[in-house]
């Protein structure tokens, strides 16, 4: 499919043309007929008039000649004058008469033919005797103004015909104004001069002609700074379209932070780039491939390629060359079995122009992708990326806007203890003081760990450890964040804290500080263990729900980036209620409710938030309870602490829980002799892994996620609790 030639240049010169044309045909027909082709042709058909008429200005010039000679001579003015060697009045084409002084009225005589309207016309020529310069004007009767020389004319007040004539010249002008400009300025720019922010809505591929047609008005600035549009934006987007396919990808690159780089092994025709996107982008998308197709293709043979690109997990975002060729393009964009995504001449122009070129690039994903393909919900694993960390501001300000410490984070799994410490770590980059190290242990053997982080040999010693770490820093204050130290904690424990007692020698030094985080064992080496080095080794933060207006903000700004939102406003707030605040089960939810919306749909119901939810994915985040100790009793205990709220909840309506007294009793009364401390110790360990919850001292212990209640049923929770209370009494393990 071969593009259309481009004729419009061509008819809009064409339109110039014959503007230009009836403007001076008209001007020079009333004002100027000797340059009128018209009069300049009825001239040439009287040929015998023209002759005449050339002897005759000869003639006038001979007899001003003698005129002017006899007045410097004699000092006075003649009574009659005659052209010199001309005796035969019958040959004579002017009569000269002197009526006054210094007037020269001149005649032409019946020589002319009568068809030429010369006959027994007069000039009247008149002498500055000052300047001895002649001035003329026509006489009475006056000949026809086609034979009027440039400098005779009449100085008479004009009559109706003149001023009509000026009138029709002046419309005729004016209505070649109104063509120019309406060639200038078409009725898109008129449209954009009157609201600035639709030039940002115009095709890449018009900003060329609407620059030069805002010049041409001087409006240009105008219209930028109403659009909130930078003049150097402006100006690098005028260069885009003249630059090389390259320079091309840099430039779009750039707007958002991406890194460009050449792309190998694709059979496309055109430029494919690929990019890796930056950290800021809210969406679960790393990176994708830019294509810029031939502009010589065709829309059918640029989608045929794209067709026939295998199969994959990648985003190719493909550059539309032009508007011919763009329906085609979007139509296969708009299908969701593909991972294509068109940017056309018009998004091309908002990315180019706009202040936020990364929310052009989120909501053209949104519109063309499916929107589970780049979630901005991360429903596994610690946060990453910036723009999907939210809250935690007080526990960030207690650790950053303070001099160096030790700090212990304690807390349930899938709390956010690492995407808090990735979030410090960040927040450290650069920093002029500190140099932050983080570290995610993956067994007990601390030490093994850091020296392949850092290079060195397994058998290093923490304290050369910690002065590479330093030597490193720079001169910096050295803060090591060290993740998921459970089961280092237990080892150390059971050979009684050999490299904790180093780490606390090398904090006290002022060499390192730290932060560990951990579940039971490092909660239980802080407060439950009088002889570990961890007591009044730093500030102690336990880790619970998220704040109530970052738990909203998680669950409707990034939804709201894909054009998504909430039926009702309360809508959000019952989801996080019902999440007891815990940012994973907010994230999770909301990756369900992603996946519920039909194509098209971007407003979530009450039914879909519900169904969220009790979702699979839900449940399978909240198991995993029964097993929070290695030790069979503490878990047995646990089990049993559970299954007791459990049913106190299903009792009836409304957040009914139980006591610790009340625990107490059933314990004895199943027969089951347990210490109080054991009781205890559960509570806080479902405590600390965010199960149960109590608001103060005295009151009763209920679920903290409200939706937990959901997994059970009332029957089975009796028959569960039976059991275990009667393994319990008989001393059987797990």
Same mark, same amino acid.
């Given at each position: 499919?071969?593009?259309?030639?481009?004729? $419009?240049?061509? %008819?809009?010169?064409?339109?110039?043309?014959?503007?230009?044309?009836?403007?001076?045909?008209?001007?020079?027909?009333?004002?100027?007929?000797?340059?009128?082709?018209?009069?300049?042709?009825?001239?040439?058909?009287?040929?015998?008039?023209?002759?005449?008429?050339?002897?005759?200005? #000869?003639?006038?010039?001979?007899?001003?000649?003698?005129?002017?000679?006899?007045?410097? $001579?004699?000092?006075s003015w003649p009574q009659q004058v005659h052209v010199p060697g001309v005796h035969d009045l019958e040959e004579t084409l002017v009569v000269a008469e002197l009526p006054q002084p210094f007037?020269?009225?001149?005649?032409?005589?019946?020589?002319?033919?009568?068809?030429?309207?010369?006959?027994?016309?007069?000039?009247?020529?008149?002498?500055?005797?000052?300047?001895?310069?002649?001035?003329?004007?026509?006489?009475?009767?006056?000949?026809?103004?086609?034979?009027?020389? @440039?400098?005779?004319?009449?100085?008479?007040?004009?009559?109706?015909?003149?001023?009509?004539?000026? +009138?029709?010249?002046?419309?005729?002008?004016?209505?070649?104004?109104?063509?120019?400009?309406?060639?200038?300025?078409?009725?898109?720019? @008129?449209?954009? +001069?009157?609201?600035?922010?639709?030039?940002?809505?115009?095709?890449?591929?018009?900003?060329?002609?609407?620059?030069?047609?805002?010049?041409? !008005?001087?409006?240009?600035?105008?219209?930028?700074?109403?659009?909130?549009?930078?003049?150097?934006?402006?100006?690098?987007?005028?260069?885009?379209?003249?630059?090389?396919?390259?320079?091309?990808?840099?430039?779009?690159?750039?707007?958002?932070?991406?890194?460009d780089a050449p792309a190998t092994g694709w059979a496309l025709t055109g430029l494919v780039r690929e990019w890796t996107l930056p950290d800021k982008l809210p969406l679960a998308l790393e990176?994708?491939?830019?294509?810029?197709?031939?502009?010589?293709?065709?829309?059918?043979? #640029?989608?045929?390629?794209?067709?026939?690109?295998?199969?994959?997990?990648?985003?190719?975002?493909?550059?539309?060359?032009?508007?011919?060729?763009?329906?085609?393009?979007?139509?296969?964009?708009?299908?969701?079995?593909?991972?294509?995504?068109?940017?056309? $001449?018009?998004?091309?122009?908002?990315?180019?122009?706009?202040?936020?070129?990364?929310?052009?690039?989120?909501?053209?994903?949104?519109?063309?992708?499916?929107?589970?393909? #780049?979630?901005?919900?991360?429903?596994?694993?610690?946060?990453?990326?910036?723009?999907?960390?939210?809250?935690?501001?007080?526990? !960030?300000?207690?650790?950053?806007?303070?001099?160096?410490?030790?700090?212990?984070?304690?807390?349930?799994?899938?709390?956010?203890?690492?995407?808090?410490?990735?979030?410090?770590?960040?927040?450290?980059?650069?920093?002029?003081?500190?140099?932050? +190290?983080?570290?995610?242990?993956?067994?007990?053997?601390?030490?093994?760990? !850091?020296?392949?982080?850092?290079?060195?040999?397994?058998?290093?010693?923490?304290?050369?450890?910690?002065?590479?770490?330093?030597?490193?820093?720079?001169?910096?204050?050295? %803060?090591?964040?060290?993740?998921?130290?459970?089961?280092?904690?237990?080892?150390?424990?059971?050979?009684?804290?050999?490299?904790?007692?180093?780490?606390?020698?090398?904090?006290?030094?002022?060499?390192?500080?730290?932060?560990?985080?951990?579940?039971?064992?490092?909660?239980?080496?802080?407060?439950?263990?009088?002889?570990?080095?961890?007591?009044?080794?730093?500030?102690?933060?336990?880790?619970?729900?998220?704040?109530?207006?970052?738990?909203?903000?998680?669950?409707?700004?990034?939804?709201?980036?894909?054009?998504?939102?909430?039926?009702?406003?309360?809508?959000?707030?019952?989801?996080?209620?019902?999440?007891?605040?815990?940012?994973?089960?907010?994230?999770?939810?909301?990756?369900?409710?992603?996946?519920?919306?039909?194509?098209?749909?971007?407003?979530?119901?009450?039914?879909?938030?519900?169904?969220?939810?009790?979702?699979?994915?839900?449940?399978?985040?909240?198991?995993?309870?029964?097993?929070?100790?290695?030790?069979?009793?503490?878990?047995?205990?646990?089990?049993?602490?559970?299954?007791?709220?459990?049913?106190?909840?299903?009792?009836?309506?409304?957040?009914?829980?139980?006591?610790? +007294?009340?625990?107490?009793?059933?314990?004895?009364?199943?027969?089951?002799?347990?210490?109080?401390?054991?009781?205890?110790?559960?509570?806080?360990?479902?405590?600390?892994?965010?199960?149960?919850?109590?608001?103060?001292?005295?009151?009763?212990?209920?679920? @903290?996620?409200?939706?937990?209640?959901?997994?059970?049923?009332?029957?089975?929770?009796?028959? !569960?609790?039976?059991?275990?209370?009667?393994?319990?009494?008989?001393?059987?393990?797990?």
């Amino acid at each position: 499919m071969s593009r259309p030639p481009r004729r $419009q240049p061509v %008819l809009r010169w064409w339109w110039l043309l014959l503007v230009a044309g009836l403007t001076w045909f008209v001007g020079s027909y009333l004002f100027v007929p000797w340059l009128n082709p018209v009069q300049l042709l009825r001239m040439q058909r009287d040929g015998e008039s023209m002759m005449l008429m050339q002897r005759a200005n #000869i003639d006038m010039m001979f007899l001003r000649e003698e005129a002017l000679s006899y007045w410097l $001579q004699h000092e006075s003015w003649p009574q009659q004058v005659h052209v010199p060697g001309v005796h035969d009045l019958e040959e004579t084409l002017v009569v000269a008469e002197l009526p006054q002084p210094f007037v020269l009225r001149l005649r032409f005589t019946d020589r002319f033919p009568a068809n030429s309207g010369l006959r027994g016309a007069v000039i009247e020529q008149t002498l500055e005797p000052r300047t001895q310069y002649w001035r003329c004007r026509p006489g009475d009767p006056a000949p026809p103004s086609r034979w009027l020389p @440039a400098n005779c004319r009449a100085q008479a007040p004009w009559g109706i015909v003149q001023w009509l004539s000026v +009138v029709l010249g002046l419309s005729v002008l004016g209505l070649a104004g109104l063509g120019m400009l309406w060639y200038w300025v078409r009725p898109a720019v @008129a449209d954009i +001069v009157r609201e600035p922010q639709g030039l940002l809505a115009q095709p890449l591929q018009a900003l060329p002609a609407i620059d030069r047609q805002l010049g041409w !008005l001087r409006l240009r600035d105008r219209v930028l700074a109403g659009a909130g549009i930078a003049t150097v934006r402006w100006r690098d987007a005028l260069r885009y379209l003249q630059a090389t396919p390259t320079t091309r990808a840099l430039q779009l690159a750039a707007r958002i932070g991406a890194i460009d780089a050449p792309a190998t092994g694709w059979a496309l025709t055109g430029l494919v780039r690929e990019w890796t996107l930056p950290d800021k982008l809210p969406l679960a998308l790393e990176r994708l491939w830019l294509y810029q197709p031939d502009p010589a293709l065709a829309a059918d043979a #640029i989608v045929q390629q794209l067709r026939a690109m295998p199969n994959g997990q990648d985003v190719v975002l493909v550059v539309s060359p032009s508007l011919a060729v763009e329906a085609e393009l979007a139509a296969y964009a708009e299908d969701p079995a593909n991972l294509c995504v068109c940017l056309g $001449q018009a998004a091309q122009t908002r990315w180019l122009l706009q202040p936020g070129a990364l929310d052009a690039l989120v909501g053209l994903l949104a519109r063309q992708l499916r929107v589970t393909r #780049i979630s901005p919900y991360q429903t596994h694993g610690g946060i990453t990326r910036p723009a999907a960390f939210f809250g935690r501001e007080s526990l !960030l300000a207690r650790v950053l806007n303070r001099e160096p410490g030790n700090y212990l984070l304690v807390g349930g799994r899938q709390l956010g203890k690492t995407s808090l410490m990735k979030a410090i770590e960040r927040r450290f980059v650069g920093h002029p003081r500190v140099h932050c +190290v983080y570290l995610s242990l993956r067994d007990h053997r601390l030490t093994m760990r !850091l020296a392949l982080e850092l290079g060195l040999a397994e058998d290093t010693g923490i304290d050369a450890l910690v002065a590479e770490l330093s030597a490193r820093a720079a001169g910096r204050g050295l %803060l090591l964040l060290i993740d998921e130290t459970d089961l280092f904690l237990r080892a150390e424990a059971a050979q009684g804290y050999p490299q904790l007692a180093a780490l606390r020698a090398l904090s006290e030094e002022g060499r390192c500080h730290f932060m560990l985080a951990g579940f039971w064992d490092l909660y239980e080496a802080v407060t439950l263990d009088f002889a570990s080095p961890l007591r009044n080794f730093g500030e102690v933060i336990h880790i619970g729900g998220l704040e109530q207006d970052a738990c909203v903000a998680l669950a409707t700004e990034p939804m709201a980036r894909l054009g998504v939102h909430f039926a009702s406003p309360d809508l959000p707030q019952r989801l996080v209620a019902a999440c007891g605040r815990r940012a994973n089960l907010v994230a999770i939810a909301c990756q369900q409710l992603l996946g519920q919306l039909d194509r098209g749909q971007r407003v979530l119901d009450a039914t879909q938030v519900h169904a969220a939810l009790v979702s699979e994915p839900m449940f399978d985040a909240l198991a995993g309870w029964a097993r929070l100790s290695p030790d069979p009793l503490a878990c047995r205990i646990d089990r049993i602490v559970v299954y007791q709220v459990a049913g106190a909840q299903l009792v009836g309506s409304g957040e009914r829980g139980i006591t610790l +007294v009340e625990l107490l009793a059933a314990f004895d009364a199943a027969g089951a002799r347990v210490d109080p401390e054991q009781v205890r110790h559960a509570l806080a360990r479902l405590q600390l892994a965010y199960v149960v919850r109590r608001d103060a001292d005295g009151l009763p212990y209920v679920f @903290a996620v409200p939706v937990f209640v959901t997994q059970f049923q009332r029957e089975e929770v009796q028959a !569960l609790l039976q059991r275990e209370l009667q393994a319990l009494a008989a001393g059987a393990a797990v």
